[in-house]
């Protein structure tokens, strides 16, 4: 079946403007991640859902991002007043969630250029 | 706060020689860890976890609780093998903390 998707896969903005970058998670995962990937690091944690709610939205770096999964399916990371900083790859999880460690599946992320 | 320490950013070895990627993870309780891999124009996927104690392409990883350490071993390496490989701790709501990656390059 299809893996989890990410759109736009490139995405360039000017500093202060607003994007929202979607996942598509894989059917069924009720589990979802967010991370994100700087230049030269591992991919650092944002906000994890379970079904519609944030269960963990500990490494949202400000209040300037957001995030949504409205139907407990697709879920949209939002950045307002974006900032030159704001500049990566933005991964995409999901994974069946059994109380356990299952599989992260990850998707191809979206690069998020500010100017 | 956790970490995972991977000390190597680069590693180059030939095809046939073994292969070690470091990590270190910092000290709490029962950790659980992971190896995810990304090969040149694909996404991050999972290698293997200590909990499985399987081997995957012929990559083994033993957790060492008393050095802290969960290195990434393959006896004889191939060309095939030369990707991103980090090494990953698993925490609350099983969030992933990742090191900062090792990119190993396989020579023919």
């Known amino acids: 079946g299809a893996g989890v998707s990410q759109t736009p896969s490139n995405k360039v903005t000017e500093k202060g403007k607003y994007v929202e970058l979607r996942c598509d998670p894989i059917?069924?995962?009720?589990?979802l991640y967010w991370y994100r990937q700087s230049l030269g690091q591992g991919p650092e944690f944002l906000i994890y859902?379970?079904?519609?709610?944030?269960?963990?939205d500990s490494g949202l770096p400000n209040d300037r991002f957001f995030a949504v999964r409205p139907e407990g399916s697709v879920s949209t990371l939002k950045i307002q007043r974006t900032e030159r900083g704001d500049s990566a790859v933005y991964l995409c999880?999901?994974?069946?969630f059994g109380g356990g460690y299952n599989e992260q599946f990850f998707g191809p992320g979206t690069r998020l250029t500010v100017l | 706060a956790q970490r995972v320490t991977q000390p190597e950013k680069l590693l180059s070895v030939f095809k046939g020689a073994p292969v070690e990627l470091k990590c270190n993870y910092s000290y709490s309780g029962s950790p659980e860890l992971f190896w995810y891999v990304q090969y040149s124009r694909q996404r991050l996927q999972l290698l293997l976890r200590h909990i499985s104690r399987e081997s995957i392409k012929g990559f083994t990883a033993d957790l060492n609780k008393g050095e802290t350490s969960f290195h990434l071993k393959k006896p004889f390496a191939q060309e095939e093998d030369s990707a991103m490989y980090y090494c990953a701790r698993g925490g609350s709501n099983y969030k992933l903390t990742f090191g900062k990656g090792t990119l190993l390059t396989v020579n023919p």
């Open positions: 059917s069924g995962h009720t589990a």
């Open positions: 999880a999901s994974t069946l």
């Open positions: 859902f379970q079904g519609t709610g944030a269960a963990d």
